[in-house]
């Protein structure tokens, strides 16, 4: 089974700072990897996703994370955060039949 | 398109009493997913449906148990109700196909929160 590690609980950052969001993954298997976003009473929405080909993966709202197959990580990163992106972020990997595993989540807290 | 709709999105139960939650997937979606969100375990997975079956199931006990029906709507029971219970049961659906190795994207809704006094 997979697993999945977000190595920051919670992550304070001023605005337009630039930010990254750690995650590494275990897993033997193809891995396929998520980030999913949380805003306040809301459901979770893609922001990006790793199947194959490039290790870059571009995502929305100016997002990116790279696939490190080495290190087993999947950071996720933008180079200038607005007051908007204050949220929860979730990794996972997906698992047949549609089962994400995710990790216990990272508060980003943008600051102005 | 509409996105993932559930209804309630609001619940208060008594312990040992049953819920229904109920889900309503994107037009044209036929997987529908569902998890539980709580502060303490976090985001779990409790089971998946395409095309009326369980196709994936979690590590819940059987109180929890959901089924879909034909035109992909889905709705999830859980009976004899526990303070534990308390949560928040998300839903997702995605265009699925009858293979699935966990590529699919999932489109969430806004949640039901339930909660047990």
């Known amino acids: 089974a997979q697993s999945v590690t977000q190595l920051d609980s919670q992550v304070p950052v001023f605005e337009e700072a630039p930010v990254e969001l750690r995650c590494n993954y275990s897993?033997?298997?193809?891995?396929?990897l998520f980030w999913y976003v949380q805003y306040p009473n809301q459901g979770l929405q893609l922001l990006l996703k790793?199947?194959?080909?490039?290790?870059l993966v571009k995502g929305i709202n100016g997002f990116e994370a790279e696939f490190n197959k080495s290190q087993t990580s999947f950071h996720l990163r933008k180079p200038s955060v607005h007051i908007s992106d204050t949220a929860e972020y979730f990794c996972?990997?997906?698992?047949?039949?549609?089962?994400?595993?995710f990790g216990a989540g990272t508060i980003l807290r943008v600051k102005s | 398109k509409a996105g993932v709709t559930q209804t309630p999105r609001y619940l208060i139960k008594t312990r040992g009493q049953q819920v229904t939650l109920s889900c309503s997937p994107i037009s044209g979606h036929r997987s529908v997913s569902w998890y539980q969100q709580t502060p303490g375990q976090g985001l779990q997975f409790l089971f998946e449906y395409f095309s009326e079956t369980q196709r994936n199931k979690g590590n819940f006990p059987g109180r929890f148990s959901g089924r879909q029906f034909s035109n992909s709507r889905s709705e999830m029971n859980v009976s004899t109700l526990e303070l534990g219970d308390s949560a928040l049961y998300l839903c997702?659906?995605?265009?699925?196909?009858?293979?699935?190795?966990?590529?699919?994207?999932?489109?969430f809704g806004p949640g039901t929160r339930l909660t047990v006094l």
């Open positions: 790793y199947l194959s080909g490039s290790t």
């Open positions: 897993s033997s298997v193809s891995v396929y």
């Open positions: 997702a659906s995605s265009p699925a196909g009858t293979k699935t190795s966990g590529t699919d994207t999932q489109y």
């Open positions: 996972a990997p997906g698992e047949y039949g549609n089962k994400l595993v």
